[in-house]
């Protein structure tokens, strides 16, 4: 599993704007990109350079590998699955990134960000189709039903985390039972759902030189 050591936030300021990798904090005046919009270090906020094309598909794929939590050797796995599937290469990467089950409990609710998902899961607090599950890069499908599991539904952080999912507003390829901290997967994600500012086309451009 991907891990960050070090400040988060780091990455959002480096990519020029919010990856929302801290959760509810990402939506005060806390965020760090509020205060500092240039990328960190000693000559952040000075004159750089005009990005190569190189340059610029490589910050779209480090963008989308931050924003899913992910290390180069598993998204490029996702990559080459991705390629090997009918369709456009890069609605497929997506496709696939959102079908992830710390992607899924994210986009339900039991968390606040993708990386504390991904905790949730790997600590087992998650069912899918009522049996554990732990791993967090497991893939679902149209019809599983993803659940909190019976002695983690007083857990404060996921329920918090769930009341807050609720007054945003939950994705429309998920059918979400906040009352019984459940979501159904009604069908695959779809491009157009898929909100992110992402140009998957620069990350295949990318791969395939």
Not at 81 to 104: C, I, P, Q
Not at 115 to 143: C, D, F
Not at 198 to 206: D, G, K, N, R, T
Request: hydrophobic letters at 35%; charged letters at 30%; a positive charge.
């Amino acid at each position: 599993m991907a891990r960050t050591i070090g400040s988060v936030c780091r990455q959002c300021r480096r990519e020029g704007l919010k990856l929302f990798l801290k959760g509810d904090r990402c939506y005060t005046d806390k965020c760090a990109i509020e205060k500092r919009a240039f990328p960190p270090g000693v000559h952040g906020n000075s004159f750089r350079r005009k990005a190569s094309e190189f340059g610029i598909q490589l910050r779209e794929k480090q963008k989308v590998k931050r924003i899913y939590g992910m290390l180069e050797k598993q998204f490029r796995r996702f990559f080459a699955e991705a390629s090997r599937r009918k369709g456009m290469t890069g609605e497929n990467l997506l496709v696939l990134l959102e079908r992830r089950l710390d992607n899924v409990v994210y986009r339900i609710g039991f968390a606040s960000s993708r990386a504390e998902a991904r905790q949730i899961v790997g600590h087992g607090h998650i069912l899918l189709n009522g049996k554990k599950a732990s791993i967090p890069s497991m893939m679902v499908r149209p019809e599983d039903v993803i659940s909190v599991r019976e002695k983690s539904r007083q857990n404060q952080s996921i329920v918090g985390a769930m009341e807050a999912a609720m007054r945003k507003g939950t994705t429309s390829w998920l059918e979400v039972d906040g009352k019984n901290l459940s979501a159904k997967v009604v069908s695959d994600p779809k491009r157009e759902e898929i909100t992110l500012p992402i140009q998957e086309q620069l990350i295949v451009e990318l791969y395939s030189r």
